[in-house]
């Protein structure tokens, strides 16, 4: 048995209250059942019994699920829903690339090329500031974001031709080796990585990458691919320990939350200290400032629920002169999310409804630019506003304290 398994014992005490309905934002938005925290918990329960057999009801159940955590803060027994949900899908998974062949795909990617689009690395941003490829401590920047700011164009022809179709063509045009050619003709904007990194530098992190950084293995856990997931993070973790890394700070909530919380569970000997962005620059950031802006501030569920990181991001912004920091009116641990998840692979259409309400939420504040520290967060947000050409800047908060390291005050 795995040592990510939940035990059976654990769950199937379930009441089928639906408290956590409530706060489910896609049970909000459909006031569909099959959309909800509890069908997704019975219908893991059910799997386990051998009472359900996979179809597409079971499928949608478990794979809508945002695994945002929203329901565990109304739920009486405590249960870590989004959890069980992943479980769910590991029954589900043996049959489930029948409805879902974007996992096939996904898993393939990362066997052959280390990461789910099967993508080279971009590393401008580090050559720019000399990086080094080896030492101490490891900027691990993630799948996501060399790319987030294309990832609109993927999620908008998801939406227009169904994800099944696009998955298909990428198979087919994959063959041909269209993910090396997009990977050189594509001139990614790295300038959000080079902030970010040269903040970091500024404040005195003596960083390095990985000219080919593997994924950490999210992805499969997220999909339920337990077995690939464990074998994947294995490899990886030697591969960081052959480097002589001892600290990773991570740009991604996904990625510092399996590297913080899954890995020690499935990995003996992991001693590798494992710190977000966030928390890396609040601990060394003294203060800034830049022209007075309001901004509002979106809090990632794998921060503020997940990790329990809420208090850092806005002590960062407290010491910038010049933000006014207007709340959305979810916020903190109340954060709701804004689509991702992976439930953009699976259901597009359903991710961008849920992106729409909380982008709608954020722009109720009035602010200018909305601030959040996620590649996932980002790109879904910056989907809407550029959709619906709603005129608002969208900024990771290390772009933002680059700003205020270098304003210069005309007064
Ligand atoms: S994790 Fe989020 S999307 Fe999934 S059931 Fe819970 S509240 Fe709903
Ligand atoms: S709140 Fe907890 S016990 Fe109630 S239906 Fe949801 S998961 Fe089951």
């Keep these: 048995m795995s040592k990510l398994e939940i035990p059976y014992k654990d769950?199937?005490?379930?009441?089928?209250?639906?408290?956590?309905?409530?706060?489910?934002?896609?049970?909000?938005?459909?006031?569909?059942?099959?959309k909800g925290p509890r069908w997704r918990v019975q219908s893991t329960i059910l799997l386990d019994e051998g009472r359900v057999s996979l179809g597409e009801r079971v499928v949608e159940a478990l794979y809508s699920c945002l695994t945002c955590g929203s329901c565990n803060l109304k739920c009486p027994l405590n249960f870590n829903i989004p959890e069980i949900i992943v479980k769910g899908r590991t029954k589900a998974n043996s049959g489930v690339s029948d409805f879902l062949p974007q996992n096939r795909f996904i898993a393939s990617q990362i066997k052959k090329h280390k990461n789910p689009l099967g993508f080279k690395s971009?590393?401008?941003?580090?050559?720019?500031?000399?990086?080094?490829?080896?030492?101490?401590?490891?900027?691990?920047?993630?799948?996501?974001?060399p790319y987030i700011d294309k990832l609109e164009v993927f999620l908008e022809l998801s939406l227009r031709i169904g994800v099944k179709r696009l998955s298909s063509l990428a198979s087919l045009l994959y063959k041909f080796g269209f993910n090396?050619?997009?990977?050189?003709?594509?001139?990614?904007?790295?300038?959000?990585?080079?902030?970010?990194?040269?903040?970091l530098k500024s404040l005195g992190y003596e960083l390095s990458y990985?000219?080919?950084?593997?994924?950490?293995?999210?992805?499969?856990?997220?999909?339920?691919?337990?077995?690939?997931?464990?074998?994947?993070?294995?490899?990886?973790?030697?591969?960081?320990?052959?480097?002589?890394?001892?600290?990773?700070?991570?740009?991604?909530?996904?990625?510092g939350y399996t590297l913080k919380e899954i890995y020690p569970k499935i990995i003996d000997w992991w001693d590798i200290e494992v710190i977000t962005l966030v928390e890396a620059v609040e601990e060394r950031f003294e203060g800034g400032s830049i022209e007075e802006l309001r901004v509002t501030y979106h809090d990632p569920c794998y921060y503020s629920r997940h990790l329990a990181?809420?208090?850092?991001?806005r002590m960062i912004m407290e010491r910038i002169k010049g933000i006014e920091l207007v709340e959305p009116k979810h916020h903190g641990v109340n954060t709701r999310c804004?689509?991702?998840?992976?439930?953009?692979?699976y259901y597009p259409d359903y991710a961008y409804?849920?992106?729409?309400?909380?982008?709608?939420?954020?722009?109720?504040?009035?602010?200018?630019?909305?601030?959040?520290?996620?590649?996932?967060?980002?790109?879904?947000?910056?989907?809407?506003?550029?959709?619906?050409n709603l005129g608002v800047e969208v900024k990771d908060i290390g772009e933002v304290v680059f700003d205020s390291m270098h304003h210069h005050s005309n007064g």
């Design 338 to 345: 804004v689509g991702d998840g992976g439930v953009e692979l």
């Design 210 to 255: 990985l000219r080919d950084e593997p994924c950490c293995g999210e992805i499969l856990y997220n999909m339920g691919f337990f077995e690939e997931f464990e074998a994947h993070a294995r490899r990886f973790a030697e591969y960081l320990k052959e480097k002589g890394v001892k600290e990773i700070i991570s740009l991604s909530p996904f990625c």
């Design 309 to 313: 990181i809420i208090d850092e991001p």
């Design 353 to 388: 409804r849920v992106a729409e309400i909380r982008v709608r939420e954020l722009l109720d504040t009035k602010a200018r630019v909305i601030v959040t520290q996620c590649p996932a967060c980002i790109a879904m947000i910056e989907w809407v506003v550029k959709k619906k």
């Design 122 to 145: 971009k590393n401008r941003w580090a050559e720019e500031l000399g990086i080094p490829q080896k030492g101490k401590t490891m900027l691990f920047v993630g799948c996501m974001y």
């Design 180 to 199: 090396k050619a997009i990977g050189n003709l594509w001139r990614a904007k790295e300038n959000r990585l080079y902030k970010i990194a040269h903040v």
């Design 11 to 34: 769950y199937r005490k379930c009441s089928l209250c639906g408290y956590c309905e409530i706060n489910c934002p896609t049970f909000l938005e459909y006031r569909d059942l099959l």
